[in-house]
């Protein structure tokens, strides 16, 4: 995953208590990156499942009263609204991603449909063609989202810690650690977005065959949306003449439709959370 390198270690707020324990423990573990043994997809999954856990902790820690009162006491200062405009931009690049993915799964089931009924050469070139069509897509906003995101980082580590009021650096330091965390697993899993989208050139099927007869196609390693691609290229014109190529492509389209669902309901969850934390911050800066 992500390279989280360059994460700042921060003295957390009454670091005897229970939520700042937890916000402790929660970041170390991230910051291991254990390797899953699973896809990249399933990893990524994960990654998201454990940063969820770990913006709940970090809602606990805002109930804490000296947090509230060393946030509300310094509104409209460098460091606080820097926090309120983080926490709104990941908001747009966790909703803006799952988006692309939900559009992507819609198409690979359209095209897993067709196969599947194999109900012509026509209309399984069409659900080809409109599926590569959401991959380039999905390349091009995975590409911006990059972009908007890089520049958060950016800010984020440019930013010095607010050093007037111990309490208000403590408490700005451990949300702006937590979002630098954040910005790296979205980072890693933008990144798998973009995986280029390769020209639609025939693939000798004896070279598909001698991959997939050596289960170098089903290799974890390989990216579910380059194990997609692989295959599509070796259906010329979309004709379902040949059944086993057929069926190979609806596997590794299954395969890619689980991965997607994966990625949409752990976004799912993960935007439900931002906007919670979202909401505890307006709350606490503004009433």
């Known amino acids: 995953m992500a390279n989280r390198s360059h994460v700042r270690s921060i003295s957390l707020p009454s670091r005897s208590h229970p939520a700042a ?3 402790e423990q929660e970041l170390n573990k991230i910051r291991s990156g254990e390797k899953s043994s699973g896809s990249m997809t399933q990893a990524i999954c994960s990654g998201l499942s454990e940063l969820e856990g770990l913006h709940k902790s970090m809602d606990e820690l805002l109930t804490l ?18 926090l309120l405009d983080g926490s709104v931009r990941l908001l747009d690049v966790c909703g803006s991603t799952r988006d692309v993915i939900s559009q992507l799964k819609e198409n690979a089931q359209d095209l897993q449909s067709a196969l599947r009924r194999r109900k012509g050469d026509v209309r399984l070139q069409s659900s080809i063609s409109s599926y590569i069509c959401s991959r380039k897509k999905m390349n091009k906003d995975g590409k911006n989202l990059l972009a908007a995101i890089k520049k958060m980082d950016n800010k984020d580590r ?4 607010l050093d007037q009021d111990h309490q208000l650096a403590a408490v700005v330091g451990v949300l702006a650690e937590v979002n630098a965390i954040t910005i790296s697993i979205f980072q890693a899993l933008l990144l798998l977005l973009t995986t280029p989208v390769p020209k639609q050139k025939p ?11 050596k289960g170098i196609v089903k290799d974890e390693s390989i990216k579910e949306l380059e194990s997609v691609d692989f295959m599509l290229s070796a259906i010329p014109s979309g004709r379902t003449t040949d059944l086993e190529k057929m069926q190979i492509a609806h596997e590794e389209l299954e395969t890619l439709q689980a991965g997607l669902e994966g990625l949409e309901n752990s976004l799912d969850c993960m935007f439900r ?3 919670k934390t979202r909401a ?8």
Do not use: C, M
């Open 158 to 161: 440019a930013s010095p810690i």
């Open 203 to 213: 693939t000798r099927w004896s070279l598909v065959s001698k991959f997939v007869h």
């Open 21 to 23: 324990l937890k916000i």
């Open 280 to 287: 505890s911050l307006l709350n606490i800066v503004y009433h």
């Open 65 to 82: 009263p000296s947090s509230q009162q060393a946030l509300s006491h310094h509104v409209n200062e460098r460091g606080v609204d820097e």
């Open 273 to 275: 959370r931002l906007i």
